[in-house]
């Protein structure tokens, strides 16, 4: 593969480097910490990491509320310690991205204080005011648990500011050159450091304009093509990966004609990969895929099953939507927005077969994937957390005290580590996991590796045979050449599938998860056992 391609077959890890591992011990994981644990991320063998903002920030929004674009939070380190990190990533043949936000601004930051108490200051433009809260009003509000205006007053500015999120982040006013200007800069900025690309937060929203949704505007898809012009020239080999939660009609423009994302978050799928395993039938999986419009070559989904928000169910009907809620978070403490605060773990019971199998399926179908820290293990959440904390406590490596998190004070430690139930750290930890056969995330590490040994999962087309069965969801992928047939079984019973059925007969099917030399298998004679929630990789030799 072209190598300024590597984000097509990377598998993505996303990390909050304040809950990773705390290098110095004050209770807060720090870049240090981080610095420590690489090997750890290179062994299980992904290729990109991903970084939740790392910002001076307030932390009113855990760091998406940044108050000084051009420096590191002091809980998380120095420059220095992040120039550090980018070198110690790259030695080891990794890449790394970082939050970034475009969108706003903490109200802390220093723009907004000046703009709010000198009416005449350079930097008064940078936001969007306005003297009465009525314009605009087609535009949602996303945060509906915490806010009922998209407009809020400010005294000493005499006037209402714009803001999407919280009301201590005030959007800034993209309309204004110099605020278009400074976004560069920072993005020099961060990518003279060494920075292999980010992951841009919140883009459909950078514009405004009267009786709109204010939402993926022409003037926003302009700006964003503004700035991928510049990386193409200044930094040919970082990417820009898109946070859109739209639908895909309206995520595909991300991409423009290959001159805009090199990558965008799949928010469509995820839901319908829990639906499908909610009703142990393919269907919902496979009519997004098909509906999902072509992407440009050059261009990627990025697929995730869980990250640091809640597991939004914006992107489904209001009947899937409440079913959704029914069946995956039936304690309304677990309900958030339009979505569910849980991990993945939780949301399956802890059940290992069911975790190994959504992640077979976000694997074998395009897209890269991304790993959300603390899935490969199979970590818990803490719904009794505030907002969305619950899902971003501390990484739980061993057993000892503080999971090995931190060797602070416990009542120091930035999050409550999980010590309660079946998924305390005493029961779930990276350390026990490398000596129990089969764990979790030697499974991973298996899976993973198979995946990447095969390029026709990232470049691949992508087919659904029918098997028969509404619970059998095979996918097969092909790219010059080789065949790639996965075959899922999203339901508890045993499901035996004759190959000679499905004119699968001309083709030998060699296993490629099983690693034992006898890999080869023919199966044109044999059934296809699959165990409840199991799942088998064949390549397809003729
Ligand atoms: C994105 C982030 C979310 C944050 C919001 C506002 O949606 O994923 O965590 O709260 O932007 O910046
Ligand atoms: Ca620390």
Not at 387 to 412: I, L
Not at 509 to 531: F, G, H, M, Q, V
Request: charged share 25%; aromatic share 12%.
């Amino acid at each position: 593969m072209n190598k300024k391609e590597w984000y097509k077959n990377a598998i993505f890890y996303e990390l909050h480097v304040r809950a990773f591992c705390d290098g110095n011990n004050d209770g807060i994981g720090d870049l240090k910490g981080l610095i420590s644990k690489l090997d750890y991320l290179r062994d299980l063998g992904i290729g990109c990491i991903w970084l939740l903002p790392i910002y001076p920030s307030p932390l009113k929004d855990d760091g998406y509320d940044i108050s000084d674009f051009y420096n590191i939070h002091s809980d998380l380190g120095t420059l220095s310690d992040f120039k550090q990190l980018i070198k110690e990533v790259h030695k080891r043949d990794l890449h790394i991205i970082a939050d970034l936000v475009l969108n706003h601004t903490s109200d802390q930051c220093a723009w907004f204080q000046e703009a709010r108490t000198h009416p005449n200051s350079p930097y008064r433009n940078f936001y969007v005011w306005s003297d009465t809260n009525q314009k605009y009003k087609e535009t949602r509000i996303i945060f509906i648990d915490k806010e009922n205006s998209n407009w809020t007053w400010d005294e000493a500015a005499g006037q209402y500011f714009w803001h999407r999120f919280y009301s201590s982040q005030p959007d800034l006013n993209f309309d204004h050159p110099l605020v278009r200007e400074e976004i560069i800069n920072i993005l020099r900025f961060w990518l003279d450091l060494g920075i292999d690309g980010f992951r841009a937060d919140a883009v459909p929203y950078l514009f405004e304009r009267e009786g709109t949704s204010c939402e993926n505007l022409p003037e926003t898809h302009a700006f964003l093509r503004e700035i991928r012009e510049l990386i193409d020239h200044e930094y040919p080999d970082r990417i820009l990966l898109a946070e859109a939660n739209q639908w895909p009609s309206d995520l595909s423009p991300y991409f423009g004609d290959g001159n805009e994302f090199h990558m965008a978050f799949h928010f469509p799928l995820m839901p319908r990969i829990f639906k499908a395993l909610a009703i142990s039938d393919r269907t919902p999986i496979i009519k997004i895929i098909n509906e999902t419009p072509k992407i440009p070559p050059n261009c990627q989904w990025s697929t995730f099953l869980r990250n640091h928000d809640e597991l939004t169910l914006e992107m489904v009907s209001e009947k899937d939507r409440v079913f959704l809620w029914n069946y995956y978070a039936k304690d309304t403490r677990m309900r958030l927005n339009l979505g569910i605060r849980r991990r993945l773990a939780p949301l399956v019971n802890g059940n290992q077969k069911i975790i190994e199998l959504l992640f077979a399926i976000i694997f074998a179908l395009p897209g890269a994937p991304i790993i959300y820290y603390g899935d490969e293990i199979g970590m818990g959440d803490n719904i009794w957390l505030d907002d969305r904390n619950g899902v971003r406590t501390p990484m739980q490596w061993n057993s000892k005290a503080n999971a090995g998190f931190s060797n602070a004070d416990k009542k120091k430690l930035f999050l409550p580590i999980i010590e309660e139930g079946r998924f305390s750290y005493q029961q779930i930890n990276v350390e026990d996991q490398l000596i129990i056969p089969n764990s979790l995330l030697l499974k991973m590490r298996r899976l993973i590796a198979c995946r990447k040994k095969y390029e026709v999962f990232s470049q691949g087309t992508c087919n659904f045979p029918n098997l028969g069965n509404q619970s059998i969801l095979a996918i097969k992928r092909e790219f010059k050449g080789e065949s790639i047939l996965a075959i899922q079984n999203l339901s508890d019973k045993i499901i035996a599938i004759n190959p000679l059925e499905y004119n699968l007969k001309k083709s030998y099917l060699i296993d490629i998860l099983e690693n034992n030399t006898k890999n080869s298998t023919n199966y044109i004679n044999d059934e296809i056992r699959l165990e409840p929630y199991g799942f088998k990789w064949f390549l397809m030799k003729k």
